[in-house]
């Protein structure tokens, strides 16, 4: 018995592990507002590196429990912006702060943080002009130019016409003469030279490009011409030395978050381009990331947004109650057969020409890209009416073949589960 009594014992100490582990709330939250408080008598010494490990060492119990951070963060990062604001604080000063605030940030996760920066007219300009200051090759600093880029793509929606802040009209005789480049110019200037960047900085330009470019005022003017930019870049991606990846996460993002109707001019040709570049077999797994990213978004844009009336409904919890048709016991809605589709809906043949593309980059040896082609097939399957969705998955099918490898299995997995 008392063997037992310890086995028990041992057993409840085990399920007890986890709960053990759980944070209830960000008790550091004191010892956090003193570091960043004192960071300004410090930034020059050897301690300030100290006190940076100190504060890794306190959010790192954070990683797994990050929205315990968020009833502090507007005082936190308040704190940050009081002393990067004032306009006597030395430069080396505001870069400390920066990486302090890098780490919130990091362990936050960036999109969630960065709601949390001030976002007022007043601040475009202050954030632009310190970040034209920078240099883009400058290692030391990246933190800095992450950081400022982020709060950059929170500011650009602002709901006024950029126009307003250049304090000049570029339409007028002798707005050219001055060499004055307008605000919206500014800003793309800086999504261009950032997404070179073979840094952090170039994640963060993408995040930057899919806010401003969606804008009203700045896609007639900037967004074909950012397309074409990043065409003309990778016009042979067989070289590896020649690849951004920040360009290609760029065009992804953009993809993902401009609206339909913006965006339908310029799938053609952008599909033409990532398919004469052969992504699939590329070596590079960013690569062949990015390229599927890129070609399940361009199919989305040529198919309507709608809702598929033969998509999985929850509600009856016995399959061959499901397929005859008649409500269960218990099922608060009668099953009735989904309406007829649209089948007169033209598809594009751009559309099979990117499932083709999606349904090979299942094959793929990397686990990142299947998921990507996988997630594409049920977005674009979601889209069809039913009888070419019944196609794709047909289609699918034939991945479970014997002489098929274990990634075109996986893959095909992957892609049941998201139809």
Known sequence: MVG????????EECENIGLGCALEHFS????????IENVKNIYKSSQFEVEYERLYG?????YEQPHLLDPHLDKILGKFLDTIKEKDSPLELKHATFNYMYLIMRVRGYKVAVRHLPHEVSDLLTVLSFLETQDPNDKETWRSKFVLLLWLSIVVIIPFHMSRLDGFAPDKPG??????LTVMKR??????????NKDACAEASAYLASKFFIRSDVKSLFMGEFFNWAMDLHSN???ENEIHYGVLAAVAAVLKHGKRDDLLPYAPKLLEWVTHQNYKSHNAILVRKYGVKIVQRIGLTFLRPRVASWRYTRGSRSLAVTLAGTA????TEPITAPPDDDDDQDIPQEVEDVVELLLCSLRDDD??????AAKGVGRIGARLPAIAAADVCESVLTLFAEHEKDSAWHGGCMALAEL
Do not use: H, P
């Open 187 to 196: 800003i793309f200037d800086i999504c261009k030279t950032y997404a070179l």
């Open 237 to 239: 991606m067989q070289n």
């Open 28 to 35: 550091e939250a004191e010892d956090v507002l003193n570091i």
């Open 58 to 62: 306190i959010l790192k119990q954070y």
């Open 328 to 331: 269960a016991a218990g099922d």
């Open 175 to 180: 707005a050219e003469c001055s060499n004055k």
């Open 4 to 11: 037992m009594d310890e086995e028990m014992n041992r057993d």
């Open 367 to 372: 686990n990142v890209v299947r998921w990507s």
